[in-house]
C-alpha cells in the first residue's frame, strides 16, 4: 500500500495557525477533496475536531483518528492508537493509497513511511503556530508542478507539486 501525505505549507513551513488553516485557498481545498476523496485518510484528534460540523466525519473517505486516549469515540470513524492500526485497517479494507492528512504530529510520524507528498507549495511567509515536518528534498523527486497564480478568490500564489520518494539503491 502507498503511503502519500497530502498538505499546504507555506515557504516559512508553515502549515496552521490557531487550530485552522492560515489562509483561505479555494483550488487548494478543492486538490484536497479531489485527492483524497475515496480514500483512507488518517488524522490526529485536533486537526479532526479543527473541522467544521458538515465535514465531520469527512465525506466519501474512510475516517481514521489518531488519539493517544484509550476511549476516544467518534461516530463515524475509525480511531487508533498508533499509526499502524491506522495501516492494517486500510490494507484489511483494501486500499492502494492512504492518505495521511495531518497535523503536525501525524505528518511527523507518518513521514518515514511516506511513498508521495502531494504539496501545496503556498508562496507566502505566513504566521501561524504548527510547521510542516522538515524533509531533505535531496531523497525525493519532483515529478510534477502546476502553478497557480494570485488571484481574486487566493490571497497568494501557489505550486501544487508531487514528490516521489527516490529508491535507495
Keep these: 500500500m502507498k503511503v502519500s ?12 495557525k ?14 484536497f477533496m479531489e485527492k483524497t476523496r475515496g480514500h483512507h485518510v488518517v488524522l490526529g484528534r485536533k486537526n479532526y475536531e479543527s473541522l467544521p460540523e458538515k465535514y465531520k466525519p469527512l465525506p466519501k473517505r474512510i475516517n481514521i483518528v489518531l488519539s493517544r486516549s484509550k476511549d476516544y469515540q467518534i461516530p463515524g470513524c475509525h480511531v487508533v492508537n498508533s499509526l499502524e492500526d491506522a495501516f492494517k ?4 479494507n483494501g486500499e492502494h ?6 497535523g503536525a504530529d501525524i505528518y511527523k ?16 511567509f505566513v504566521d501561524g503556530d504548527v ?9 525525493w523527486a519532483e515529478v510534477s508542478r502546476i502553478p497557480h497564480e ?5 490571497a ?14
Excluded at 8 to 14: D, H, K, P, S
Excluded at 113 to 124: G, I, P, S, W
Aim: net charge negative; hydrophobic share 45%; aromatic share 12%.
Design 131 to 139: 510547521y510542516f515536518p522538515a524533509f531533505d528534498k535531496n531523497k
Design 97 to 102: 493509497e492512504i492518505m495521511i492528512i495531518g
Design 150 to 154: 494570485k488571484d481574486e478568490r487566493h
Design 18 to 31: 490557531n487550530n485552522d488553516l492560515p489562509w483561505r485557498l479555494p483550488d487548494d481545498m478543492k486538490f
Design 5 to 16: 501525505l497530502v498538505a499546504a505549507v507555506a515557504e516559512n513551513g508553515i502549515i496552521g
Design 109 to 124: 510520524l507518518a513521514l518515514p513511511h511516506a511513498d508521495t507528498l502531494y504539496l501545496t507549495e503556498v508562496k507566502a
Design 156 to 169: 497568494y500564489a501557489f505550486d501544487f507539486v508531487v514528490y516521489e520518494r527516490k529508491s535507495e539503491n
Design 89 to 92: 485497517i486500510a490494507e484489511q
